[in-house]
């Protein structure tokens, strides 16, 4: 060919030079190119619609509950007062005494005056004009003074229903301590709010000279089981209960073989066991008392059965209370029995009470 090729058509402005190292026979086409779709771009089309029924919308989910509020815990056991014995053989203890006291019903009707004889020849002693020797009087002291009545009953009212009603349970908290103190004595002060009917309605601790914190409570608690005189209107009563040891010490049992170590292994029980009489005072609150417990064990140490001793019927004021304590002894194992090779029985007295609402320190 003796001419050059030219590009494009007559008329039409020539086209630049193909770029270096293109033949100049070869024609460039340029194919448009699709744009990726971007974020912001229509969504391509989906597939082919199917001929089947779409799906029906799902159900909207239903609400959660409402949380329920939390199960308050365990009533907490910081107003319990616990006591107890060394372990001892199983004998009719209380009932060893009750025997007694009806034996000497009499003789005990005449204490109250004995005690008061006893105090003012005391006082008469103090003051130089001499007294008369005190009659033998083998039984705690219990008297019972009301030096204070405001209200609708009077003062000698409610001091003859003390002294009638108050003296047995009182004695019995005394005793209490006495077995574990024979010089225990002191005065017990109480301010009782009477409702009209004769109920008590409060007994608050007002003072104590007694040592044993338990003791003031049982008497606190016991007065609130006195029924006084129905009144016009409410009584505010002052009460004085002073405490004396006899001359005789109150009857304890023999103690059983290594009391000491069954008790410290008892003892370890002593959370659970107040958390069961907390749990019966959120419920009622005037329970409390003596709570003995009957152990049968090999001679291992292993646990064959633990029950309530109740004499004469007499059962602690809780039944509920009972039953949980009872649950808490029947699982683990005491100490080995010295000298042992066959079962054997042992009481163990526990004693419950609530930290009186107000109470004086001595």
């Not at 009638?164 to 574990?180: D, I, K, M, Q, V």
């Not at 409570?217 to 029924?227: F, G, K, M, N």
């Not at 417990?293 to 007499?314: C, K, P, S, T, W």
Request: with cysteine; net charge negative.
């Amino acid at each position: 060919m003796g001419s050059a090729l030219s590009w494009g058509c007559a008329g039409s402005p020539p086209r630049a030079a193909p770029p270096p190292g293109i033949p100049p026979n070869v024609t460039l086409v340029a194919t448009p190119i699709a744009l990726l779709a971007s974020a912001d771009a229509a969504p391509l089309p989906g597939p082919a619609a199917s001929s089947e029924p779409a799906p029906p919308p799902a159900e909207a989910l239903a609400p959660l509950p409402t949380p329920s509020a939390p199960t308050p815990g365990p009533p907490a056991t910081a107003n319990v007062l616990m006591s107890d014995e060394l372990p001892f053989f199983p004998v009719r203890l209380r009932a060893h005494d009750a025997d007694r006291r009806r034996a000497a019903h009499d003789r005990d009707a005449t204490h109250e005056a004995h005690d008061r004889d006893a105090t003012h020849e005391a006082h008469e002693a103090h003051e130089g004009r001499g007294a008369r020797k005190r009659p033998y009087h083998p039984a705690p002291g219990i008297i019972v003074d009301v030096t204070d009545a405001q209200g609708g009953a009077t003062a000698a009212d409610l001091q003859r229903i003390a002294r009638n009603a108050g003296y047995w349970p009182f004695r019995e908290c005394y005793e209490e301590g006495l077995r574990g103190d024979q010089r225990l004595s002191g005065k017990v002060s109480l301010e009782l709010v009477v409702n009209p009917s004769g109920g008590i309605d409060r007994s608050t601790i007002t003072a104590s000279t007694v040592r044993d914190a338990i003791v003031g409570a049982c008497v606190a608690r016991e007065a609130r089981h006195v029924t006084m005189p129905p009144a016009s209107s409410q009584t505010t009563a002052k009460l004085e209960i002073s405490l004396a040891t006899g001359d005789e010490a109150v009857t304890t049992a023999r103690p059983f073989p290594n009391a000491e170590s069954l008790r410290e292994s008892l003892r370890a029980k002593w959370d659970a066991a107040s958390q069961c009489y907390a749990t019966g005072l959120a419920a009622h609150p005037d329970i409390g008392g003596r709570l003995e417990l009957r152990f049968r064990v090999h001679h291992d140490g292993e646990i064959f059965e633990v029950a309530e001793v109740a004499d004469h019927d007499v059962h602690f004021s809780d039944i509920d209370v009972t039953r949980c304590v009872l649950g808490v002894y029947r699982t683990g194992k005491l100490p080995s029995l010295p000298r042992s090779s066959r079962e054997r029985a042992f009481v163990y007295a526990l004693h419950f009470e609530s930290k009186p609402d107000e109470t004086v320190a001595p």
